[in-house]
Each structure stands twice: as C-alpha cells, then as structure tokens.
C-alpha cells in the first residue's frame, strides 16, 4: 500500500494540508492566487502572501481534494460539512463536493470528504477517481 504523503503549511492562524497524491493537476490554486501557489519555487505553498479567508475560499475550491486546511489549534476538527454539491467541469472530470461513500467493483467502501474528482474521459489509471489523464488525451466534452 502507497504511503499517504501530506505536507502541511501554516501561518499563525491556518494550516493547509497539501495531499500530492490526490492532486490531478488542474492549477485552480495557481489561477486563483499565483502569489501563494508557486510550483516552480520552495516551499510552493507561500501562505503569507494571502489573507486566511482567501486561502480557506481557494482550498474549497480544489478539485481534487488535494488541499485541506484547519485553523490553527483545532487540528482534530474537520472542515465545516459541506452541502453534496455535483459540478461538470468542462472537459475535464466530474466533482462531487461533500462526504461520500464509495464502493468499487470489489465491494471495497471508501469515504471521502471535501471534494472528489471522478474521470469522465475513461483515461484515469486511478478509476473512478481522475487522475488528471483527461489533459493527457485532450479530452473534450461532446457538446463543444
């Protein structure tokens, strides 16, 4: 079993949790605040170059569910529960924000939380979860 990576970044107020593994590459942290997210520099994650309410509007913006955050000192609390939200994204994955349980072809349950990214173009090596292949294959919604 793949070891679970999280890095952490904080600031006094708030720490984001930065999952690598989740992460399908989509740069919404990147289009929405270039001055934090930073991948070409260490640490990438540059927290002091926004506000805490900023940083918590962009993490719950994520697709993948790659970035979390808790405040500082409420590490064991979860995120505020968010309503089960379904959002298409254009030529890109299926997002699911909220708890959810999963069960895969072999009856194996997982629950997820936040934000869940599921494939649409059929490409993912980590079905049903996107993993980011739909830019590989240049994956375009029928519609268009």
């Not at 079993?1 to 999952?19: A, F, H, L």
């Not at 500082?72 to 708890?99: A, F, H, M, R």
Request: aromatic share 6%; proline share 6%; charged share 25%.
């Amino acid at each position: 079993m793949d070891k679970i990576i999280k890095k952490k970044y904080s600031n006094n107020e708030i720490t984001i949790v930065w999952q690598p593994q989740k992460c399908i590459h989509a740069a919404e942290c990147v289009k929405a605040l270039p001055q934090v997210y930073k991948p070409n520099e260490k640490p990438w994650i540059q927290l002091e170059q926004a506000t805490t309410e900023e940083l918590k509007n962009q993490v719950r913006k994520c697709p993948s569910g790659a970035l979390s955050y808790y405040m500082n000192g409420e590490e064991d609390q979860e995120e505020e529960s968010l309503e089960t939200k379904v959002e298409v994204l254009p030529n890109g994955p299926l997002l699911v924000y909220g708890t959810l349980k999963v069960t895969d072809q072999n009856g194996n349950t997982t629950t997820k939380n936040k934000t869940t990214a599921f494939c649409r173009c059929g490409s993912s090596a980590n079905k049903p979860y996107c993993d980011g292949s739909h830019v590989k294959v240049d994956f375009r919604d029928s519609l268009e």
